[in-house]
């Protein structure tokens, strides 16, 4: 499948494909270009889960990307979406995000929207829901020792179906794959109740260092008590947070911690809204494309 952009004042043609494994150097230098954080590695997970299309020159050159993960049949997420604003202004990015509807069919969508990218997800029919701090910092450290928590733990690999029925419950829709690869990249902590799982949390080596997520807890104290164990495994170094849960003591937590607010983006929805189900809340993102 291949989409064709007529001749514009660009000079050449531009053809949107789709993205395959060898396109991961190009896609990986398309971040470098914008100041992204992404590893080769982090853009081979989200490769591994999802699907993508690349905006090409007529020699094969790599000028835009945007990628979408389903979650079941009825909802999906959007991201990986980059263009330059020279591009942007023949519509590539247009052109990237109708391919991409054009495979989810009629899925509801939710996508991160930077501020270059606002307006286009606007006009396309996408609806602002809050707002996404994005916490980090080089030097974390715990302010004081945590408190001991009941029922918290290390997670381990058999804790992984009751993780990925928590996380569908919390960010409203089934993500169990993504888990499973998450996990198996991770260091997790996790609240157990009379048996159950009420809280994790997920930290693996992305970007400049580590990042935490998803966080899925029932309150901002239960959130404190599962980041705290990896701010404390990761003092002094880089450390990561993206999360909607701006007001409260976990947002104080984690300035607290060194993690101070770097950027924001807008979470949009586009057809329905899946709310979460039951006590437990997403507090913090996997990425901003997985959300």
Same mark, same amino acid.
């Given at each position: 499948?291949?989409?064709?952009?007529?001749?514009?004042?660009?000079?050449?043609?531009?053809?949107?494909?789709?993205?395959?494994?060898?396109?991961?150097?190009?896609?990986?230098?398309?971040?470098?270009?914008?100041?992204?954080?992404? *590893?080769?590695?982090?853009?081979?997970?989200?490769?591994?889960?999802?699907?993508?299309?690349?905006?090409?020159?007529?020699?094969? *050159?790599?000028?835009?990307?945007?990628?979408?993960?389903?979650?079941?049949?009825?909802?999906?997420?959007?991201?990986?979406?980059?263009? @330059?604003?020279?591009?942007?202004?023949?519509?590539? %990015? *247009?052109?990237?995000?109708?391919?991409?509807?054009?495979?989810? %069919?009629?899925?509801?969508?939710?996508?991160?929207?930077?501020?270059?990218?606002?307006?286009?997800?606007? @006009?396309?029919?996408?609806?602002?829901?809050?707002?996404?701090?994005? !916490?980090? +910092?080089?030097?974390?450290?715990?302010?004081?020792?945590?408190?001991?928590?009941?029922?918290?733990?290390?997670?381990?690999?058999?804790?992984?179906?009751?993780?990925?029925?928590?996380?569908?419950?919390?960010? +409203?829709?089934?993500?169990?794959?993504?888990?499973?690869?998450?996990?198996?990249?991770?260091?997790?902590?996790?609240? =157990?109740?009379? %048996?159950?799982?009420?809280?994790?949390?997920?930290?693996?080596?992305? +970007?400049? +260092?580590?990042?935490?997520?998803?966080?899925?807890?029932?309150?901002?104290?239960?959130?404190? #008590?599962?980041?705290?164990?990896?701010?404390?495994?990761?003092?002094?170094?880089?450390?990561?947070?993206?999360?909607?849960?701006?007001?409260? @003591?976990?947002?104080?937590?984690? =300035?607290?911690? %060194?993690?101070?607010?770097?950027?924001?983006?807008?979470?949009?929805?586009?057809?329905?809204?899946?709310?979460?189900?039951?006590? #437990?809340?997403?507090?913090?993102?996997?990425? !901003? #494309?997985?959300?």
């Amino acid at each position: 499948m291949a989409y064709r952009m007529a001749k514009r004042r660009l000079g050449y043609e531009l053809a949107i494909r789709p993205m395959n494994d060898a396109d991961l150097d190009q896609m990986h230098q398309l971040s470098i270009g914008v100041g992204w954080p992404h *590893r080769p590695e982090d853009w081979r997970l989200v490769m591994a889960v999802g699907h993508g299309f690349v905006a090409c020159d007529a020699i094969g *050159r790599a000028l835009g990307s945007a990628m979408w993960w389903p979650f079941g049949d009825h909802f999906a997420t959007v991201g990986m979406v980059i263009t @330059s604003p020279r591009l942007q202004a023949q519509g590539a %990015g *247009r052109m990237l995000m109708e391919a991409i509807f054009e495979q989810c %069919g009629d899925r509801d969508l939710r996508l991160s929207a930077t501020k270059a990218g606002y307006r286009l997800y606007r @006009s396309l029919g996408f609806e602002p829901i809050g707002r996404i701090f994005q !916490h980090q +910092g080089r030097n974390v450290s715990l302010p004081s020792p945590a408190p001991a928590t009941a029922g918290l733990r290390p997670a381990a690999a058999s804790d992984l179906a009751a993780i990925a029925e928590l996380d569908a419950r919390a960010y +409203g829709a089934d993500r169990h794959h993504v888990i499973a690869v998450l996990m198996a990249q991770s260091i997790g902590t996790i609240v =157990e109740r009379d %048996g159950a799982v009420v809280g994790f949390a997920l930290c693996r080596p992305f +970007g400049r +260092g580590h990042v935490v997520g998803p966080i899925v807890a029932e309150d901002d104290d239960m959130a404190v #008590a599962l980041v705290a164990p990896h701010v404390e495994a990761h003092q002094g170094s880089f450390l990561r947070v993206d999360t909607a849960q701006e007001q409260g @003591s976990f947002g104080a937590f984690l =300035e607290s911690c %060194g993690m101070t607010i770097f950027d924001s983006v807008t979470p949009m929805i586009r057809g329905r809204h899946h709310p979460a189900q039951g006590a #437990a809340r997403t507090f913090g993102l996997a990425t !901003h #494309a997985l959300g």
